[in-house]
C-alpha cells in the first residue's frame, strides 16, 4: 500500500497491518471505486447460512472487467491476489482468532472453506474455538460484486473478540477491495496497452 497521510499500524486479531487510521475520515467515500453500504440485499445475505446473525457488514463494487468471472474466481482475485505479506497477515489475523482456516488447501479460497458457490457466488466458510462461526459472502448482482461478513458469536469470549477488532476489520475490507480493484484495472490496462501495441 502507496504510504499517504493517515496511513498507520492497526491490529487485526495479534497481527498489524497497515491502513487508514484517522476515526473521522469515512471508509469510502462517494467517488471510490468501493463502497461501504449499510446493508446487503436481501438475496445476498441469504446466500449466509451461519445459525444466527450476530454481525454483518457490506461493500460493494464494479464488476467492470470482471464481468465474466465466476464469484469464486473473483474471490480468489481479492483474497489469494493480494501482495504475499497481506496474505500472510490475513491468515496470522484469522488463526490468532481461532478460525479452522487452511491456506495450504488448493480446495479452499486462502484457507476458507467453500460452503457453497453458483457462477453469481460463493460463501467462504470457518469456525473459531472461541465460537465465532464466519461467513465471507461474495456476489455478483448486475453490473456490482458484493462482499459481506457474516457472523454469529456464540460466546462472550467470541463477543469481546470481534468488539476489539470490528473497526480495524472494516478498514482492512476496504483497503483489501481497493487493492483487488486497483489490480483488476492495471489488469485491463495493460491488455488494452497490448491490443493497442498490436
Known amino acids: 500500500m502507496a504510504h499517504r497521510q493517515g496511513i498507520g499500524l492497526v491490529k487485526y486479531g495479534t497481527v498489524w497491518f497497515a491502513a487508514d487510521v484517522n476515526p ?3 471508509l469510502t467515500s462517494a467517488t471510490s471505486p468501493v463502497r461501504q453500504s ?34 469464486t474466481r473473483w474471490s480468489r482475485h481479492v ?34 472453506h467453500i460452503a457453497s458457490s453458483s ?6 466458510s470457518a469456525d473459531s474455538r472461541i465460537g465465532i462461526n464466519a461467513e465471507l459472502v461474495f456476489a455478483g448482482v448486475g453490473d456490482t460484486w458484493w462482499f459481506g461478513t457474516v457472523l454469529s458469536l456464540d460466546t462472550a469470549a467470541a463477543r469481546t473478540a470481534w ?10 475490507v476496504a ?24
Do not use: C, M
Request: hydrophobic share 40%; proline share 4%; aromatic share 4%.
Open 119 to 124: 457462477k453469481e457466488h460463493v460463501t467462504l
Open 79 to 112: 483474497l489469494e491476489g493480494a501482495p504475499i505479506l497481506t496474505r500472510a497477515r490475513l491468515v496470522g489475523g484469522w488463526l490468532s482468532l481461532g478460525l479452522d482456516i487452511n491456506p495450504l488447501r488448493r480446495d479452499r479460497v486462502l484457507g476458507w
Open 163 to 172: 468488539s476489539a477488532i470490528e473497526a480495524t476489520h472494516l478498514r482492512v
Open 24 to 26: 473521522s475520515r469515512p
Open 38 to 71: 449499510d446493508s446487503l440485499p436481501l438475496g445476498v445475505l441469504a446466500l449466509a447460512s451461519v445459525h444466527r446473525i450476530d454481525y454483518v457488514d457490506a461493500f460493494r463494487t464494479s464488476r467492470s472487467g470482471t464481468r465474466r468471472w465466476s464469484a
Open 175 to 198: 483497503a483489501l477491495l481497493q487493492d483487488a480493484v486497483d489490480r483488476r484495472e492495471a489488469r485491463v490496462q495493460g491488455a488494452a496497452t497490448r491490443d493497442d501495441a498490436g
